[in-house]
């Protein structure tokens, strides 16, 4: 019975956490990995991509508040994505256009893309906190848990509660089907494998007629999308705040390298890596071993390895141990 | 001789900005920015050697800047002997012994062979060694963070003169960049930016959330100046007189004469570190510099040590970093770490260099005021450009209104469109390396 109650407090104190934390990393992985393989750039303006497309969700979402749609026990944010999604790909194809397609011409340095897309990311920093303001936004709505904890506790008669927030349900859900929708895109339509012959290699991708154009175009709006999607599903989970996203690109980056970049099963693997880890690291585990230990081994202090303000490090320093240990990446494959 | 003429003119333009700024506005503004710009020379400086010397992408400046302002506390401020006798001998045990644990681990790396027992001996000397710190050191902080938290509850520094601190910064970020650089160098350039980016962001959450170090989130205030403050100045019948006797007013002649002060100080390290990159970039060592970053196998075929170079050139960019961090934290004299932000202190200083041009000094000079000045005017000017976009809207327009609240995030608008700007239309940057 302690077990089975240590483990229900880990679930909903830890676990539920770090598998939507995680998916939200994935999501926003998967678009750099996209990006860096086809693009063949590191984009420093992803997070703020994710802000710039979540922002456009808010927007659209508060607007339909106004006129007084909702869905249910849902967030209206949902309903509002396809358009939100819309409105980012729209912006992404305009910056390609406008900023790096010379680059590409050129087929200028990667570096010097790199420094590009500081350029882009200070203009998407800038337009979202003209738009938005630089504080926290909500936007959530409908109800907060599929299950409340006394609900759980009823009905299962365990002493430890188990809530499932609406966010993470949506968070799991959403970002299963999104990555279903996209491994079938790359590995089974005839645009998918293009666009990875061309990220293989892009000039013999080219003599067998693939048009750079059209898969740069199609990456974008993948990249617009999932940007979208992760950042919405991370806004509906915690909240909005244009500075926050752009911190998250340390633990994409992270889960991206430490997956392997371009590898998307790989990144996956790592967004779940770097999130379990971080969430682990700075849990307080007093309560889990409370239930656990016996009796003269019961913990007196609150067992948190690190203070939760050090989460960075976790991930950062899981990121160094693979660089050093394995640059491929722990799922890449060994290309040189 | 073109090339000297057009240096000349771009630099007069950054002097005519800053004294338009004087006649237009007032000389209290210009002089900030001057002792800003100044600052942002320095770290522009810095990032220049890193990146145009060597071609390394640092984007964690922010980290560098943040430790020269650390030393600037740990020289400057008097120690709090409460504190050490709390709690201050615990802690440096603890300091050691965390380092003693992760040489340890390092040394078990480095001599046994590759074996599962390697594996087993380091994550038990880590774990172990973890929870051995985390012994010692846990009540050394609760003790010291205990001392009369709401004014010091820190350790404290040293109480020697605040213009130590300037070299002492340096050398933190030296220290700094050399273990960072002994584990991320030689990483690809994009893997090494994620890297330093990282590092940047430990280095701040540790000066935030180490309160016993430099009280974290509470800030530092009232670091010791190297000038006199405002108030002597106007008590002093000397200065006062001279004041009067100039037909100006002392309380606002005692604010230009300290700021002036600072120019006066920040200048001369600005001069002696132009002259040391200028003869360093023109010198032997400065020629193989630009060969490895050019071809960095041709170079390794001619017997250079790359990996030896670039961490030398690493250490040395972020010592300057280090030393304009702790110029800046003793102009502001108060330790703030919520306002060290990545867009302002690393991006920032790249949009500075890569304007000024990649590689040459004087441009990374002329970078950081140019950018430093539009950085402060585009607010005012943004706000203005607003309210002309949005009269045709009424006075009480909601859109407006919010608008005009935000207009200050047009700087950050305005600083991407110049870094792209200029990449495209002049990417060797203003006074291209010769």
Sequence with gaps: MDFLNAIIALSNFALLPAIAYGSQLALGALGVTMIYGILRFSNFAHGDTMAFGTMCVILITWYMQSLGIDFGPLPTALLALPFGILCCIAFLLLVDRAVYRFYRAQKANPVILMIVSMGVMFILHGLVRLILGPGDQRFDDGSRFVMTAREFKQWTGFSEGLAVKTSHGITILTAIAVVAALLWFLNKTRTGKSMRAYSDNEDLALLSGVSPDRVVAITWIIVAALATIAGTLYGLDKSYKPFTYFSLLLPIFASAIVGGLGNPLGVIAGGFVIAFSEIFVTYAWKKVLGYILPEYLKPEGLVQLLSTDYKFAVSFLILLAVLLLRPTGLFGENRS | MKDRIRTILLFALAAALIVGTGFLQSWNTALIILNMGLISAVMSLGVNMQWGYAGLFNVGILGFVALGGLATVLIAMPPTTAAWSAGGARVIAGLVCGAVVVAAVIAVFRHMKRSKWRALIASVLLVGGFFLYRGIFDPGVEAVEAVNPAISGYLGGFGLPVLLAWPAGGLLAAGAAWIIGKSALGLRSDYLAIATLGIAEIILAII????????????????????????????????????????????????????????????????????????????????????????????????????????????????????????????????????????????????????????????????????????????????????????????????????????????????????????????????PEK
Excluded at chain 2, 302 to 323: E, N, P
């Design chain 2, 208 to 431: 935030k959330n180490e309160d016993w170090l430099a009280r974290g989130v509470k800030n530092v205030i009232g670091i010791p100046r190297p000038v006199p403050y405002e108030i002597d100045l106007q008590n002093t019948p000397y200065f006062a007189e001279k004041a009067i006797s100039l037909g100006m007013d002392p309380v606002t002649t005692s604010s230009l004469f300290v700021k002036l002060s600072y120019s006066l100080l920040f200048s001369i390290v600005l001069v002696f570190i132009v002259v040391l990159s200028q003869l360093s970039l023109n010198s032997p060592w400065g020629r193989m510099m630009r060969a490895i970053r050019d071809n960095e196998t041709a170079a390794s075929a001619m017997g250079k040590d790359i990996t030896a170079r670039h961490l030398q050139i690493f250490i040395l960019g972020s010592a300057v970093c280090g030393i304009a961090g702790a110029m800046m934290t003793t102009l502001d004299s108060q330790l703030t770490p919520t306002s060290y932000q990545p867009l302002r202190f690393t991006f920032l200083i790249w949009v500075m260099v890569i304007v000024g041009g990649s590689g040459s000094n004087l441009g990374a000079v002329l970078g950081g005021f140019l950018i430093w000045f539009l950085w402060v005017q585009v607010e005012p000017a943004g706000l203005w450009l607003i309210r002309i976009i949005t009269s045709p809207l009424a006075e009480d327009n909601a859109l407006r209104a919010h608008l005009i609240e935000n207009a200050a995030h047009m700087r950050l608008l305005t600083m991407g469109l110049i870094l792209i700007l200029m990449l495209r239309l002049s990417p060797k940057g203003l006074i």
